[in-house]
Structure formats: structure tokens, C-alpha cells
Nanobody, 122 residues
């Protein structure tokens, strides 16, 4: 079993900052990538930012220059620093991990956190 513990959501005014944190634990042999996705009411879940095991990152165009993702491979944690927040950033943010649970397994499994609400007021 894998557990993802998310923290850091909340309510902030436009232009403010929040930091989301996610810690993965449990039966994890290796991690391919960790990231954050978000889903606003009536919209599909979308990638916000992700970081691969080699350190490469990917960001949604809408957050480039404002959000920064970082990962601590030793602790299996991923943080998302969100600056210059806008009302359109309001959504439930979900942590995601792509992992292998054993060395003999040659595929990655996706696991999701329970989500944390981020609300940006105008």
C-alpha cells in the first residue's frame, strides 16, 4: 500500500502565495515522477507541474513563471510553491506519484492523493 499525505491548501487573496507539500510512503521501490494536478468545478483534471526522477520538470503554460515544483528524492516528497496566485488558480489540487512497488515489476503505477482545496479570492 502507498500513502500520500498532502498539506498546504487554503484561502489566499489574488497575488498571494501558497506552498503545497506531498509526502509518499509505503510500498515504494522506485518513483518515476511526482507531480501536482488540479481540477476546478466543471473542468477536467489537468497537469499543473511534475518532476521526473532525473530532475526534469514540466509545467502547465498557465503557471509558468509563477509556480515552482521541487522534489526531495531521499524523502519521497514534492512541494509546489505557488506565487502570484490568480482567481483562476482556484481548484482542488491533487498530488500524484508514478511508482514501482518492487524491483521485479517493470511498469509504473499511478497513485493519487485525496486532494487539497486552493481558493484564490479576487
Amino acid at each position: 500500500q502507498v500513502q500520500l499525505v498532502e498539506s498546504g491548501g487554503g484561502l489566499v487573496q489574488a497575488g498571494g502565495s501558497l506552498r503545497l507539500s506531498c509526502a509518499a510512503s509505503g510500498r515504494i521501490f522506485s518513483i518515476n515522477a511526482m507531480g501536482w494536478y488540479r481540477q476546478a468545478p466543471g473542468k477536467q483534471r489537468e497537469l499543473v507541474a511534475a518532476v521526473r526522477s532525473g530532475g526534469s520538470t514540466a509545467y502547465a503554460d498557465s503557471v509558468k513563471g509563477r509556480f515552482t515544483i521541487s522534489r526531495d528524492s531521499a524523502r519521497n516528497t514534492v512541494d509546489l510553491q505557488m506565487n502570484s496566485l490568480k482567481p483562476e488558480d482556484t481548484a482542488v489540487y491533487y498530488c500524484n506519484v508514478q511508482y514501482r512497488y518492487a524491483s521485479v515489476v517493470n511498469y509504473y503505477t499511478d497513485y493519487w492523493g485525496q486532494g487539497t482545496q486552493v481558493t484564490v479570492s479576487s
